[in-house]
DNA sequence: GTTAGCACTCTCTCGTGTTGAGTGCTAAAA
DNA sequence: TTTTAGCACTCAACACGAGAGAGTGCTAAC
């Protein structure tokens, strides 16, 4: 591995070029860092760092930046993470905890906080529908045609729908068929459905049965675009990596392809704890200029979402990594608590 | 007013400035357009139409490009309106009225409909909370201190809220109540609820009155910034007059915020029909760089929403006008089609 | 193993022409 | 009186070249 000054060489490159985007030369090491040693010993470690792949050299006279392979030894052997200010976590948790806000609210809410402590981008996605498990189905009867429809969820997931039947339905008949459907589906989850239940509701409940079925699986595929959603773009533009408009032009295109991004999170989501993607290990083109930073969060013991940050392979890794870290424990406390 | 021929100079500029982005010369006009005069008296017409204000010159020697004036001018007296082809009309309504949508997703469709045929942000304003009348309150209760208050709202609105409460409520309590809320509620709108009206729920039902109060100030206040949203950022940045990064990230910042955008649309839901905002006229500095071209949608005979596009004030405007208008039209029927 | 010295490379900036599109003006033609 | 051809003039945009500056790699001495 890596010796000792090598490392601190190494550490000092990536963190000028976090601060400063310039490629970084030898003796701007040398000035700003006090290794004890003359720019000439510097480029010969620099040298042995490139002919290792931790470092790239955008032109023969330029200064050394961070390669994709510099950046993940960095953020996995060599940054230090960086402490909010009592202050700052204070405020944060304020900002989240105190309010009365919803669960959707506060998840944009965290995306919003995300999104300015870290300058970037900010990823939500929303707890996932088909880890939901049924509480309560409630159908009322608001014309004899035209029926309300609620789901009640847990965790903290509430959805309706209004249908029209062909037939008109008593309220006494609706209240039966809501008293049974609540006897079938109470407690199991959304990917527990399988087609012989469909089957039963439908052969049971008859066209209330239908609608209903027709209902939960467009809801399956349907309410999956709306879960995941990005904040702050307009961060990205300031960034001196996107002052060329092609690139910001792919990453935005990509923002609002809402599936990829799902996907993007989704495989984040299976792992715990904060997991970092950094550049070119990403799987979708458009996005290897860029790193992710991602973390889940929680009801309870239950993994639910995952929360992170977009930015440039550049980002400030320990800012950002504490900063996802940060507001995804505070969201899983703010949502454990009001379970 | 302007003559003949000035006005044919005028609309050519116009609509050759809109195709290439480029100041338009007088020899572009005299060779695309039979005018039958030559590039001098084309030069001449052009000097007047500047020292009327409807053309600017970037410098002197350069072309000429339309001013928000000559805009202006050009929207109430010179274009002639696009016409979709039948083929685009029908791809269009099948799009969005044969799919089984709910409302909040139609929306969205439209809005990516309409970002896509414009190549423009698009803009929509969701029904507004305040005009929306109660159409039926259903309070369940899940567990002895934990009740679900669902509002069904006219049109096409259902409000969910789970709510604790400090004392136990039996399942017959909570049916007095809600059968009571019924009664009081029934018919109104949320505008019309007045102190009064909430000091009388409080006195009625106690600590879920309070609750229930609560809920729906909060919703007043805390659902407006949802039901905005701009669809298609991105298309902006592809626009030769974003080429210069900052105006863009001014645009982006202002996109981001809601407030913003929903006072921008509240006052265009004022008037019915397409309305038109060029550049200066637009009281928000942030946007005076852009045209924004809205207009109302309907559910039965009321207006509940706008939408519309934001785009450079170089933007196809018979274009722009006829895609607003028939995706509103589109939109309206849907959801009056729905009631 | 470290470092000073030096030749070398390459980007970036700045100034200088040069080109070309487009204008305004004038005087002649219609 | 209106239109047009002709012409001088302006100015952005582009290309070119010189020079500066930052940074390197190599060599030889410490």
Redesign the pocket.
């Known amino acids: 591995m890596l010796d000792e000054?090598k490392r601190l060489v190494l550490r000092a490159i990536i963190d000028s070029y976090i601060e400063t985007a310039?490629?970084?030369?030898?003796?701007?090491i040398a000035r700003k860092h006090d290794l004890?040693?003359?720019?000439?010993?510097i480029?010969?470690e620099?040298?042995d760092l490139?002919e290792t792949g931790y470092l790239e050299?955008?032109?023969?006279?330029?200064?050394?930046i961070p390669s994709d392979k510099g950046y993940r030894f960095y953020v996995d052997a060599l940054m230090e993470p960086h402490r909010f200010s009592q202050n700052e976590v204070e405020r944060i948790e304020k900002e989240l905890l105190d309010a009365q806000l919803t669960p959707e609210r506060a998840l944009h809410e965290a995306a919003r906080l995300l999104s300015m402590l870290t300058d970037s981008v900010s990823l939500v996605l929303a707890p996932s529908t088909d880890q939901l498990v049924f509480k309560h189905v409630q159908l009322v009867c608001l014309e004899p045609t035209g029926i309300l429809v609620t789901l009640v969820l847990h965790p903290m997931t509430v959805k309706n729908r209004l249908i029209r039947t062909k037939r008109e339905y008593s309220p006494e008949e609706i209240s039966e068929i809501s008293k049974a459907l609540n006897k079938k589906l109470k407690g199991i989850t959304y990917r527990q459905l399988s087609v012989t239940m469909f089957n039963e509701i439908i052969g049971d409940f008859g066209e209330i049965g239908r609608v209903l079925v027709e209902l939960v699986l467009q809801g399956l595929a349907e309410e999956k675009e709306e879960q995941i959603y990005a904040t702050g773009a307009s961060n990205i533009l300031t960034q001196p990596e996107f002052r060329d408009v092609q690139r910001a032009v792919a990453i935005f295109e990509a923002l609002e392809q809402k599936e990829l991004l799902l996907k993007m999170l989704g495989t984040a989501a299976k792992s715990s704890g904060v997991q970092i993607v950094i550049g070119q290990e990403n799987t979708y083109s458009a996005m290897q200029s860029c790193s992710v930073v991602t973390c889940t969060y929680y009801v309870g013991n239950d993994v639910v979402g995952t929360l992170g940050v977009l930015g440039p392979t550049r980002m400030d890794y320990p800012k950002v990594v504490s900063a996802v870290n940060l507001v995804a424990q505070t969201v899983s406390l703010l949502l454990t608590r009001d379970k």
Chains 1, 2 share one sequence.
């Open positions: 000054r310039e490629p970084v030369g030898s003796r701007t004890g040693v003359s720019p000439a010993t480029r010969n620099m040298a490139e050299q955008p032109h023969v006279s330029a200064g050394r």
